[in-house]
């Protein structure tokens, strides 16, 4: 039953390829599941594989989505939420294919298939140098050893053997070849693949054009050249298997770690309460029990600080007796003596102003004087009385203060 699931999942991915060429690269979905799978069965063995690359597991590909938004960005991040969500699951040898749908990553400038005494070689290969393809797979390569869980780790294993194995495509080291051509010899290497044939090998001609420079080439595929992709792509794996998975130590309260709720190393919050001098939050992240500036401290009669219940500071229960209101000290009686001299000068001032201010005589105006200077003679009196009477009413004022004091 197992058996027969399996081929009809190999039908399907050769009908994506025939009728879906776009989202297909280098290699066929069959071929690209095939060099994943052989590879990991031949570093993490068999069980992995079934475990890994035979369950459909959604979850295991959200959290997928999660790294691909780290190392492709919130566009494909976005898509490959869209298809999980959808409950579309996708093998990860297949991501590149359907979720990145770069096409232009997977091609390996660094070498050319065509021989050099074939004078159309300089139209037809890339001298750039770059192979885009390995620089893709040595990302996803670079990943999967600081991943500490093993099937996020065979994931990222097979999205980079996607672009590995492409970077051995002829097709995918030239330019300008004929896109039936490609789709073409991806068909036929699937098909192969599937027969079982362990002798396998086609060869399939192929047309290049550029600015009316033609050209066709015989490329010859066999198993051995599958064979040989398997075994390069086992010995980079092999270098991830030897990184141990890292495995996040649980914390406790003798980690020696600050971390959990902990106030201070190992101590606080849930953990036991910390000794003096030991950073805190609340008195009960203290022995002591007494938490004063975040620092945990002993409470004590000469601290400072009105604390351990007493009435003020330093003094009272369980320090000495505060001192009784009567029990003045002689800072105590710094505003009242202020308060007289600011008295006395102004008193000073009032009476120095008396001495300056004519007392009035009594004038008797003479027979001649008008009645219009009477008046005003009466008027000059009056005034001199007012004067007098305020001076006097300010004394008493000052007078009745310093009967209060």
Avoid at 27 to 35: A, D, L, P, Q
Avoid at 165 to 172: A, V
Wanted: glycine share 6%.
């Amino acid at each position: 039953m197992k058996t027969k699931k399996i081929k009809l999942a190999a039908l399907v991915l050769v009908f994506v390829c025939i009728f879906f060429p776009n989202q297909a690269t280098a290699w066929g979905s069959e071929t690209h599941k095939y060099i994943c799978e052989k590879a990991v069965e031949e570093i993490w063995g068999r069980d992995i594989v079934d475990e890994c690359l035979l369950t459909e597991n959604l979850q295991l590909q959200r959290s997928i989505c999660d790294i691909i938004k780290e190392v492709k960005g919130e566009e494909k991040y976005r898509r490959c939420i869209e298809k999980t969500s959808q409950g579309e699951f996708i093998q990860p040898f297949l991501i590149p294919d359907v979720i990145f749908n770069d096409t232009e990553l997977h091609y390996d400038y660094s070498r050319c298939p065509i021989p050099e005494r074939d004078r159309t070689r300089g139209w037809f290969c890339n001298e750039s140098g770059k192979n885009l393809a390995i620089e893709q797979s040595e990302l996803w390569f670079k990943k999967a050893k600081g991943t500490y869980d093993n099937c996020t780790r065979v994931y990222e294993f097979c999205i980079a053997s996607n672009y590995f194995s492409d970077s051995y495509m002829p097709l995918y080291q030239t330019m300008h070849v004929e896109e039936e051509d490609k789709n073409n010899m991806e068909l036929r290497v699937d098909k192969a693949i599937l027969s079982g044939d362990p002798l396998w090998g086609i060869d399939v001609m192929c047309d290049f054009q550029y600015k009316g420079i033609r050209s066709r080439q015989r490329f010859e595929i066999k198993i051995y050249d599958i064979e040989e992709i398997i075994g390069d792509l086992v010995e980079e794996g092999r270098k991830i298997a030897e990184v141990k998975p890292y495995i996040p130590k649980k914390e406790t309260c003798d980690d020696g770690i600050k971390n959990q709720d902990e106030t201070d190393i190992d101590c606080g919050g849930s953990c036991n309460p910390c000794a003096d001098g030991m950073n805190c939050l609340s008195n009960s992240d203290c022995i002591s029990n007494y938490c004063y500036d975040d620092t945990c401290r002993t409470p004590s009669c000469f601290d400072g600080i009105k604390n351990q219940g007493e009435e003020g500071i330093d003094c009272g229960d369980p320090c000495k007796p505060c001192p009784l209101p009567s029990e003045y000290k002689p800072m105590d009686f710094i505003p009242t003596i202020f308060l007289i001299l600011v008295i006395c000068v102004v008193t000073f001032v009032l009476i120095k102003k008396m001495r300056h201010i004519s007392m009035p005589r009594k004038f008797e105006p003479k027979e001649e004087v008008s009645e219009m200077g009477k008046e005003l003679m009466e008027e000059r009196e009056k005034s001199s009385d007012g004067d007098l009477k305020g001076i006097k009413k300010q004394l008493d004022g000052i007078e009745a203060k310093l009967k209060e004091l």
